[in-house]
């Protein structure tokens, strides 16, 4: 039986990793408290002990405005932690599969990146998370890279869904920025896709996937709002102002344009990823409690 370790049990995408691998293996999930991706030996260690076939690495620090100021501690997790995974992995003859993000890229393209083109993050968690893949890619040789975007779902702490529908419930009216444009990415979607590669191993290196389809947040928000109101989400809100990144300033600059390409990926899952505004349904029905 395949022996999985998942790091980051606590996270949206890692609570919803361990329903989907658990019928695929023993699965060790760790979090912070088990897990401090700070502590180098303390990550030998735990990989030594459970003597994993396979870790999914589905922890990260991802306070992308916060990481202007705590580099040092976005690096750790971001950057040293995974390559110590890789490093442990090669050791055992395991495989490693490390999640990472669309904000390695600089965001000036204005059509989907894909895996072949050349990263340039242009704030500190990107350039975190970049330094994460190239440790990944240099010290495991049976490792996949798997990166997406605007990552959304019901379990874990806060995300832009969550945000809007807290926020919706208290104003009447919401400004969102309409000049950054990417592709919301359901939890259940994303850990579904790397069920998949469990069951069905692929070839090592980097690979896309998101759900379909490219809107701006601003876009997102007025779909959140137009479908949580069917399902009878308590909302105030009545108006969505779009504005642009210059006024709405963050200590963390944004790509404009952060599409990833998932043609790699469906040729690869036989199918095109569900569109965003599927997950999204999925995800409020989730909240809602109509599952």
């Given at each position: 039986m395949t022996r999985i370790l998942l790091t980051g049990i606590a996270g949206q995408l890692g609570s919803e990793l361990q329903h989907t691998l658990v019928p695929l293996g023993e699965v060790m999930g760790v979090d912070r408290h088990k897990l401090d991706l700070t502590q180098p030996d303390k990550i030998r260690q735990v990989i030594g002990e459970v003597q994993p076939n396979l870790i999914v690495n589905a922890a990260a620090y991802t306070a992308v405005d916060k990481a202007e100021t705590e580099t040092e501690r976005a690096n750790a997790?971001?950057?040293?932690?995974?390559?110590?995974?890789?490093?442990?992995?090669?050791?055992?003859?395991?495989?490693?599969?490390?999640?990472?993000?669309?904000?390695?890229?600089?965001?000036?393209?204005?059509?989907?990146?894909?895996?072949?083109?050349?990263?340039?993050?242009?704030?500190?968690?990107?350039?975190?998370?970049?330094?994460?893949?190239?440790?990944v890619l240099k010290n495991?040789?049976?490792?996949?890279?798997?990166?997406?975007?605007?990552?959304?779902?019901?379990?874990?702490?806060?995300?832009?869904?969550?945000?809007?529908?807290?926020?919706?419930?208290?104003?009447?009216?919401?400004?969102?920025?309409?000049?950054?444009?990417?592709?919301?990415?359901?939890?259940?979607?994303?850990?579904?896709?790397?069920?998949?590669?469990v069951q069905h191993p692929i070839d090592s290196g980097i690979y896309h996937f998101t759900n379909s389809g490219a809107i701006s947040w601003y876009d997102f928000a007025v779909a959140i709002f137009e479908e949580a109101q069917q399902m009878g989400f308590p909302l105030q809100v009545k108006q969505v102002v779009p504005i642009t990144t210059a006024e709405y300033p963050t200590p963390a600059p944004r790509p404009a344009y952060s599409v990833l390409s998932t043609q790699k990926i469906s040729a690869i899952l036989g199918h095109h990823p569900p569109h965003w505004r599927t997950g999204l349904r999925q995800m409020l029905k989730q909240l809602s409690g109509n599952k």
């Open positions: 997790i971001n950057g040293t932690a995974p390559t110590i995974m890789a490093e442990a992995a090669q050791e055992l003859g395991a495989a490693l599969i490390h999640v990472s993000t669309d904000y390695i890229f600089d965001g000036r393209k204005n059509t989907p990146y894909t895996e072949d083109d050349t990263p340039d993050p242009i704030n500190a968690y990107g350039q975190s998370k970049r330094l994460g893949e190239q440790g495991c040789d049976r490792a996949i890279i798997l990166r997406t975007a605007w990552v959304y779902g019901a379990q874990g702490k806060g995300n832009f869904v969550k945000t809007m529908l807290r926020l919706g419930a208290e104003r009447e009216e919401l400004r969102v920025v309409v000049d950054q444009v990417g592709t919301p990415t359901w939890t259940g979607d994303l850990a579904s896709a790397i069920a998949q590669f």
